[in-house]
């Protein structure tokens, strides 16, 4: 068996930078995402099997297995169109503001303002900025587990990324 090193260290680059796709929702639908999809826009290798790919993270989109059949249809011009908030962006936020750890612990209110300085700071749009209790969903999700205490709720396991 060939095995196309270019391809599986992009695909290793947007792991490291995002997770397993397996993580998100597609962007275009809510089937859950099955595979990293180059946008059409960006400039990508073609491997010795035909398949599109980059190495460079803000070059991909989650998407499921019908809608990148679609998207690969799709004129080379077109991007990918939206068709619910994308769940993608968070692991954005996410990866810039906190880690996973073990050991670590942050309040919500503090991890929430933290979130809403991070938008602010991105100029993301008013209408995709998560609720409170939507952003307490998105940190469970990646892995934090809510907890009581005397001063708020608690979030284990994740921390603040620190510069």
Same mark, same amino acid.
């Given at each position: 068996?060939?095995?196309?090193?270019?391809?599986?260290?992009?695909?290793?680059?947007?792991?490291?930078?995002?997770?397993?796709?397996?993580?998100?929702?597609?962007?275009?639908?809510?089937?859950?995402?099955?595979?990293?999809? !180059?946008?059409? =826009?960006?400039?990508? *290798?073609?491997?010795? $099997?035909?398949?599109?790919? %980059?190495?460079? #993270?803000?070059?991909?989109?989650?998407?499921?297995?019908?809608?990148?059949?679609?998207?690969?249809?799709?004129?080379?011009?077109?991007?990918?169109?939206?068709?619910?908030?994308?769940?993608?962006?968070?692991?954005?936020?996410?990866?810039?503001?906190?880690?996973?750890?073990?050991?670590?612990? !942050?309040?919500? =209110?503090?991890?929430? *303002?933290?979130?809403? $300085?991070?938008?602010?700071? %991105?100029?993301? #749009?008013?209408?995709?900025?998560?609720?409170?209790?939507?952003?307490?969903?998105?940190?469970?999700?990646?892995?934090?587990?809510?907890?009581?205490?005397?001063?708020?709720?608690?979030?284990?396991?994740?921390?603040?990324?620190?510069?």
């Amino acid at each position: 068996m060939i095995v196309n090193h270019a391809y599986v260290n992009a695909m290793k680059a947007i792991e490291a930078a995002y997770g397993p796709v397996g993580e998100y929702g597609c962007i275009r639908c809510v089937r859950a995402a099955s595979r990293w999809v !180059v946008d059409n =826009r960006a400039p990508a *290798t073609v491997s010795v $099997d035909m398949r599109r790919f %980059s190495g460079n #993270p803000d070059d991909v989109w989650p998407m499921c297995t019908r809608c990148e059949h679609d998207y690969d249809l799709m004129d080379d011009a077109a991007g990918p169109v939206f068709r619910r908030v994308s769940t993608f962006a968070q692991r954005h936020w996410f990866a810039d503001c906190f880690a996973v750890d073990a050991e670590g612990s !942050v309040s919500l =209110r503090d991890a929430y *303002t933290t979130y809403l $300085d991070h938008c602010a700071e %991105s100029q993301i #749009p008013t209408s995709e900025i998560m609720t409170r209790h939507a952003f307490k969903a998105a940190m469970l999700r990646h892995g934090g587990i809510a907890a009581r205490s005397r001063t708020g709720v608690l979030i284990r396991k994740i921390r603040l990324r620190t510069n």
